[in-house]
């Protein structure tokens, strides 16, 4: 129905940037919230940065004035910039996007996940 499909992770040392985007397709009405949420290996996902639709943003205390959120409402894209990476940046990204489908339904969907590795 839907499909979030991310890209941008990798490999960097610290003090280096990546982007990460996030672009959703299916049948689609409207996107309300939309979040970049990580794992790091051992430890529970947790949200990094969320986006409503009307572009209000919050922010996980540790990545304040590092990252930025941002999203295309015309593309149904979001975007995470992160700079100043940290190693314990590390992990795998997640989207996450509270869609409303052509049919009514409302749910949570989930990308795959793309791994951000930040060397010291």
């Known amino acids: 129905q839907v499909q979030l499909v991310e890209s941008g992770g990798g490999l960097v040392q610290a003090g280096g940037s990546l982007r990460l985007s996030c672009a959703a397709s299916?049948?689609?009405?409207?996107?309300?919230?939309m979040g970049w949420y990580r794992q790091a290996p051992g430890k529970q996902r947790e949200l990094v940065a969320a986006?409503?639709?009307?572009?209000?943003?919050n922010y996980e205390d540790a990545v304040k004035g590092r990252f930025t959120i941002s999203r295309d409402n015309a593309k149904n894209t979001v975007y995470l910039q992160m700079n100043s990476l940290k190693p314990e940046d590390t992990a795998v990204y997640y989207c996450?996007?509270?869609?409303?489908?052509?049919?009514?339904?409302?749910?949570?969907?989930w990308g795959q996940g793309t791994q951000v590795t930040v060397s010291a």
């Open positions: 996450n996007a509270d869609v409303t489908t052509i049919s009514g339904d409302r749910n949570d969907y």
């Open positions: 299916g049948i689609i009405f409207s996107i309300n919230t």
């Open positions: 986006i409503t639709r009307g572009g209000s943003t």
